[in-house]
T-cell receptor, first 113, second 113 residues
Framework: DVKVTQSSRYLVKRTGEKVFLECVQD?????MFWYRQDPGLGLRLIYF???????EKGDIPEGYSVSREKKERFSLILESASTNQTSMYLC????????????FGPGTRLTVT | GDSVTQMEGPVTLSEEAFLTINCTYT??????LFWYVQYPGEGLQLLLK?????DKGSNKGFEATYRKETTSFHLEKGSVQVSDSAVYFC????????????FGTGTRLQVTL
């Protein structure tokens, strides 16, 4: 079974802190994605990566950056956390080609106070 | 651009009732269509998918048929259970988009005894 793990289920940070969210997948997938999920807005794509050291902006990249140094690991970085970044963050991975779906991690609920 | 529209929830049903959750999409080309389910406190899991027109996806008693003429992918189940209570997301993936998914806003289903 594909497994996507996220470093924390719950995280509480203060405004202005630098925050790292880590995601690891064990299926050698090329593509990895970061989404945020908010009530009434569904899932919105923040960043994605289709290869090591490659990244592309999604629909809402402002205030975020990412790092992909190894194929299995994709990190989301909040350079200076703000209260409007309080949300559920979901990581996903998928093979580069074919019709396969995305596989999701359990999510990290981040609260910025 | 691509978009997915789902019926707004919450949808509240009694156990053994018939379920329909409407989903329509706007996309150029020939997208693949997906239903994901999110149980409380968890990440998203793929429920079913369809990759071309007239395909029917099915899983765990749920079904959805890819209707290109009406650009729809409605989710149905003949007899819901309390354990089906979750949030359901319709999504599409278009060709040439590096496996990016476009999600609807989600529909919360609550099933009562």
């Amino acid at each position: 079974d594909v497994k996507v793990t996220q470093s924390s289920r719950y995280l509480v940070k203060r405004t202005g802190e630098k925050v790292f969210l880590e995601c690891v997948q064990d299926m050698d997938h090329e593509n990895m994605f970061w989404y945020r999920q908010d009530p009434g807005l569904g899932l919105r794509l923040i960043y994605f990566s289709y290869d090591v050291k490659m990244k592309e902006k999604g629909d809402i990249p402002e205030g975020y950056s990412v790092s992909r140094e190894k194929k299995e690991r994709f990190s989301l970085i909040l350079e200076s956390a703000s209260t409007n970044q309080t949300s559920m963050y979901l990581c996903a991975s998928s093979p580069f080609r074919g019709l396969e779906e995305q596989y999701f991690g359990p999510g990290t609920r981040l609260t910025v106070t | 651009g691509d978009s997915v529209t789902q019926m707004e929830g919450p949808v509240t049903l009694s156990e053994e009732a018939f379920l329909t959750i409407n989903c329509t999409y706007t996309a150029t080309g020939y997208p693949s269509l997906f239903w994901y389910v999110q149980y409380p406190g968890e990440g998203l899991q793929l429920l079913l998918k369809a990759t071309k027109a007239d395909d029917k996806g099915s899983n765990k008693g749920f079904e959805a048929t890819y209707r290109k003429e009406t650009t729809s992918f409605h989710l149905e189940k003949g007899s819901v259970q309390v354990s089906d209570s979750a949030v359901y997301f319709c999504a599409l993936r278009n060709t040439g988009t590096a496996s990016k998914l476009t999600f609807g806003t989600g529909t919360r289903l609550q099933v009562t005894l």
